[in-house]
């Protein structure tokens, strides 16, 4: 089976900073396209970094300078380093894995495109 794990969460100041991991198993790590994803409670999942298996990134325009998202295959893990947090930061941040699909990367944006998600690791900035 497929399991995403996320850790990392927590509670910091403005301008801090904190390291999300999320480590996968049950599926080939190293073929899939990557994502973090964020929620605050009544609103909808927003997108805030994507990586490809080839480790092509992209980022949320709320995050883009602030935000990296990098992978490390063998380990199996996603990592999603926040530098410079602010309160709009606040949220419950996931991992998702897409697959290998070639339409993976122009769909990277939309959440129904990811089959797998992570329980959510919870970020609050105050």
């Known amino acids: 089976h497929v399991q995403l794990v996320e850790s990392g969460g927590g509670s910091v100041q403005p301008g801090g900073s904190l390291t999300l991991s999320c480590t996968a198993s049950?599926?080939?790590?190293?073929?899939?396209?990557m994502a973090w994803f964020r929620q605050v409670p009544g609103k909808e999942r927003e997108g805030v970094a994507t990586?490809?298996?080839?480790?092509?990134?992209s980022y949320g325009n709320s995050v883009t300078g602030r935000f990296s998202i990098s992978r490390d295959n063998a380990k199996n893990t996603l990592y999603l380093q926040m530098d410079s947090l602010q309160p709009e930061d606040t949220a419950v941040y996931y991992c998702?894995?897409?697959?290998?699909?070639?339409?993976?990367?122009?769909?990277?944006?939309?959440?129904?495109?990811?089959?797998?998600w992570g329980q959510g690791t919870q970020v609050t900035v105050s």
């Open positions: 049950g599926f080939t790590f190293s073929d899939s396209g």
């Open positions: 990586i490809h298996k080839d480790s092509m990134t």
């Open positions: 998702a894995a897409g697959t290998p699909a070639g339409r993976w990367w122009a769909r990277r944006w939309v959440p129904q495109t990811y089959n797998y």
